[in-house]
């Protein structure tokens, strides 16, 4: 079920088999860079999210550059980056039923590990299986910020659960998460900018009614790629989320380019490489990258370098452009895509190829791939 | 890189760990027993299409009811359906670049291997590659009967084609693909059943203008679930590729149910079950099944036996569901989703949980997951 590797090092770009995803070294290397610089200068901890890489290989780079640990949404990808060398881990979502409680109450036994909470049930799952296996499980409570997702209410819903945390045998309270996802995606700079600094009073009231209880918020972790700007201005958040930098999209290109803010110091650096497959009229051609080779969820993917050239429409294995004028693309040819959404495309690989000046430097397992659990 | 298996044989539903792909072993079988019913009725091959379940143990089980051989998009398909024993085999696609092209031609040395063509420049890799293995490879010339994608257009186009097909080297010319595959989705079944109609008009055509040129179809390939009453009714196709009927999906039942024909006597065989891992409020709740975990392309699942529920949104690994009322689900529960689009849905999976009557009768890989090349 794991796919051969696509390429070999010092393979060009002609050699890849395709679809592949392509890491483009250096803009790669300088988004690690920008964010080192951006979150120094700001004064916070960056403990970038997981789920856009799926490798503790990455992780690992991010930390040489500072980041005090990673993210990640599910325990079977706090697992696999654990046994990839990554000792400081946040699970930012719930860890819900005995049996999930129970691996990550193993896990908190080897490294620092927590997770969030949002339920009373969930709080009494994972204390007693973390009291059973004498580990501690630092544990955030979630607080919905305007998301509409998980989290309790900010302020008396969420000290009172806090309490729970605090008085269950095997937890540490550790803080709060506020994480504001559909902020991300805001267009607009002013309105996304709002968004953010509602969120941070939201957060800060909390942190205040948390401290008149008695519950000090070590932590407290949120933020994004897309709202880095107006997280760092709202100063709310210790830690920094933002997991998506390091590879860019293009959806987030849709909204991040005008800002004039950290964000627009990130680059594409995440492709997939295609073939034109078909090419049968002079206004339309076909690739071989389609819904099971791209995350379509946030727009389709745009073409690096081929102006007059669009993706119109998927089907399972085919993408088909539209093609301005006759000569743009010929049969066989390839194209980089810079995807519309990067986490769901690159769960949808097994290897990451690195290129480096249009040759294979390196490739990598995209070790958590499908890692749901 | 591949996850561990989420049950074990004996397991209740509530035992698997979540997300995970659920086979209901006796719909599977009794869609299996009606499409063997349909085709028979109707004199036709079946060549079922292994893109939706990528599963040589399911295609074995097709052809154990009468099927053919299989369909695959993707010469690495093919490879994992030969090695889990299918020993005839059509990539329904075309197969592109001189490495993939020497991949098919050894794979043509070992089953019986036929590919779709729809370019000179294709024709030549394909041949290059197959004589110079001395292998026989099996082409089919794709038209374009109204899809929209690959294929030359019918007529004239064809026939030029299939004449340099019969003429290259270890290339044998056996046929035609006509698929339709944007007319399996149309709503209104007349809407429907007139494009199939002027698709088999201009297939026919083509047919006949082979025929006149000496180049006999052996196979015309082509329909899908969505037309199947339709393609058995036009009558042109000697083979049909259709796929779906063993699982179904949310976005076939949309157009299928209210027909009366064949279509209807397809059922639901595929579920991904969930849990609700935040009920933050009476009027929501997420599950642990998102963009992930499920395809959303063609809609959002529905949920089975839950009325008043509905997934509304996803984001990477939330499922957001809006209640009608409270009380409808507990934190903790499980459910059954119906995925809007059952092949990608597959394809985010390690393993298929087949289960009979509420327990894990057997458990098997979904082998050729990934497959992209």
Redesign the interface.
């Known amino acids: 079920?794991?796919?051969?590797c696509?390429a070999k090092v010092g393979d060009t770009l002609d050699?890849v088999?395709?679809?592949a995803l392509i890491v483009e070294l250096e803009a790669y290397e300088r988004n690690l860079k920008a964010m080192a610089g951006i979150v120094a200068e700001a004064g916070l901890r960056l403990r970038p999210h997981a789920?856009t890489h799926k490798s503790p290989e990455i992780a690992l780079e991010q930390m040489a550059r500072g980041a005090v640990g990673a993210c990640c949404?599910?325990v079977?990808e706090a697992e696999i980056l654990a046994s990839g060398g990554v000792g400081d881990i946040l699970i930012a979502?719930?860890v819900?039923?005995a049996?999930?409680a129970v691996r990550a109450a193993t896990l908190a036994r080897q490294i620092r590990l927590a997770v969030c909470v949002?339920?009373p049930?969930?709080v009494e799952e994972l204390s007693s299986a973390a009291a059973a296996l004498e580990a501690t499980l630092d544990v955030l409570v979630e607080i919905?910020v305007g998301n509409?997702?998980?989290?309790?209410?900010p302020g008396g819903s969420a000290v009172a659960l806090a309490r729970r945390v605090a008085a269950a045998p095997g937890l540490r309270f550790r803080g709060l998460q506020a994480y504001h996802?559909t902020a991300q995606h805001i267009r607009d700079f002013e309105a996304r900018r709002a968004a953010v600094r509602r969120s941070a009073e939201l957060t800060l009231s909390t942190v205040e009614a948390l401290d008149a209880a008695g519950l000090a918020c070590e932590t407290v972790t949120g933020g994004g790629t897309g709202t880095l700007l107006h997280d760092v201005e709202a100063g709310v958040l210790s830690e920094l989320q933002a997991g998506s930098y390091v590879f860019m999209d293009a959806d987030y290109g849709r909204n991040l380019a005008k800002d004039g803010g950290p964000e627009a110091r990130f680059e594409n650096a995440l492709f997939v490489l295609a073939?034109?497959?078909?090419?049968?009229?002079p206004e339309?051609a076909?690739l071989?990258?389609g819904?099971?080779?791209l995350?379509?969820?946030s727009g389709p993917p745009k073409l690096k370098g081929v102006p007059g050239a669009s993706y119109e429409?998927?089907?399972?294995?085919?993408g088909?452009l539209v093609l301005e004028r006759d000569g743009l693309l010929a049969?066989?040819q390839r194209v980089l895509l810079i995807p519309g959404?990067c986490?769901?495309t690159v769960?949808?690989?097994?290897w990451y190829v690195g290129v480096r000046r249009g040759r294979v430097e390196k490739v990598w397992?995209?070790?958590a791939?499908?890692?749901?659990?």
Chains 1, 2 share one sequence.
């Open positions: 079920m794991v796919q051969p696509p050699e088999v395709t679809p789920k949404q599910k079977s979502n719930q819900v039923g049996v999930k949002d339920h049930r969930n919905d509409g997702r998980c989290g309790v209410p996802g073939t034109v497959m078909s090419h049968p009229v339309r076909v071989d990258a819904l099971k080779a995350g379509l969820d429409r998927a089907s399972d294995e085919h088909t049969h066989g959404h986490d769901p769960n949808l690989y097994d397992p995209v070790a791939r499908g890692a749901l659990a």
